[in-house]
């Protein structure tokens, strides 16, 4: 426990947090803050102090599931508000790995290895997320099941509208005309696709993985009658044919790995017709290549890694894809994981009642986990659009708020 003392004394300077031992021994770390509640954890036992010295965030995060870290006060956001934000990325914290050089060179082999997603891997890793159960995504996500960050034009907006404008910023960058021919790789649950034939009449070919997304999709493309226009098929994006004018890609690249980022692109490129655009929507981190910690690799995206700029342009310039227009969204990624959070907790019985108290205190880990990593750690949300032909485009970035306000007024 002393080394344990030692570690919070030194790392918890701002906002309190109580530890509870498992023989009553209280200590108390930091000092109050406004902005924070104080947290109480209580060690169930005295493996947990250990497990987290040894392996902090799988430790700390198997102690939770487990029910053998217990929080008395306050939440698990909280806690891991709290520790992150004394550790906060601006200041050095996080991403430690990364300064030492051995370690980064270390840390990219492993990462390199994980995360060579063969076709049945890719199949395996995406069943094992997105066929959870439509109803577990019902329970947390907006109504049109958008499961990537949103865009949030005021923080205060819901989630709803934050979703629909996420679609619409989108759209605007995708510079579409009727008629088109869209691919969405990684197409979800079918919202984005359905979106742009609306907006735009444009026809769209969605591609997933998983059978449920499938489903879904296919439904909902026939219930608003167009499902001539709009169509869904379990691909693997490798294995995509045709040329398109348009091609978008959200929250789907964190499952492609480093090892094959710049087959990815080949294949975007030659999949997109000469004078296409194409818009990447993909979590990112802003301290150069990392790894995947070891919760998210275990327990929720096995094969995911969350890409540094300097990797995704690396890959996509090698195979000539001009970036013509990057943005980092900062702030919205924390945005919509606080409301799929509080999604959560809302819905708890519901989680607990369809798998069990272990999967539901999981899924908080998770969300939290996240939500910690986007607004204090390393992570952000890059959208980078792409074209072939330098003069595809408007010669200046004035049509983009111009078909934004267009596709906005259309909801
Ligand atoms: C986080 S979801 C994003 C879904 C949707 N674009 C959205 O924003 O809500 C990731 C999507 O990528 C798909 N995916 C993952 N690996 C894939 C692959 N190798 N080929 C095609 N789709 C894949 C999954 O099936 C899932 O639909």
Known sequence: MAAIDRF?????????LRVISADGRVADFGKPDPQRPRITIRLADARVAFDIARHPRL??????????????????????????????????????????PIKRHLGNLRARLDRLNWEAKSRRNVAHHYDLGNRLYDLFLDADRQYSCAYFTDPANSLEQAQTDKKA???????????????????????????????????????????????????????AGVADRVKFELIDYRNVTGTFDRIVSVGMFEHVGPPRYRNFFLKCRSLLAEDGVMLLHTIGRMGGPGTTDAFTTRYIFPGGYNPALSEIIAASESVKLIASDVETLRLHYGLTLRHWYDRT???????????????????????????????????????????????TLPITRDYLADAEAALRAKG
Not at 366 to 387: E, H, P, R, S, T
Request: hydrophobic fraction near 45%; charge should be neutral.
């Open 8 to 16: 919070l004394g030194k790392l918890i300077r701002e906002g309190e």
């Open 59 to 100: 430790g700390a995060a198997e102690a939770f599931m487990d029910g053998r870290l217990l929080i008395e006060e306050g939440d698990i956001a909280g806690l891991i508000d709290l520790i992150r934000f004394n550790g906060r990325w601006e200041r050095g914290g996080g991403n430690l790995a990364a300064k030492n």
């Open 169 to 223: 910023h989108i759209a605007a960058k995708l510079d579409l005309k009727p008629g088109q021919r869209v691919l969405d790789i990684g197409c979800g649950w079918g919202g984005m696709a359905l979106y742009l034939n609306r907006v735009a009449d444009v026809d769209v070919l969605g591609v997933t993985l998983s059978e449920e997304q499938l489903k879904t999709a296919r439904e909902r493309a026939a219930a």
């Open 345 to 391: 907790v809302a819905a708890r019985d519901a989680i607990v009642a369809m798998y069990d108290e272990r999967f539901y205190r999981m899924w908080t880990f998770y969300l939290a986990g996240a939500m910690g990593a986007f607004n204090q750690g390393g992570m952000c949300n890059y959208q980078i659009q792409y074209i072939r032909n330098r003069r």
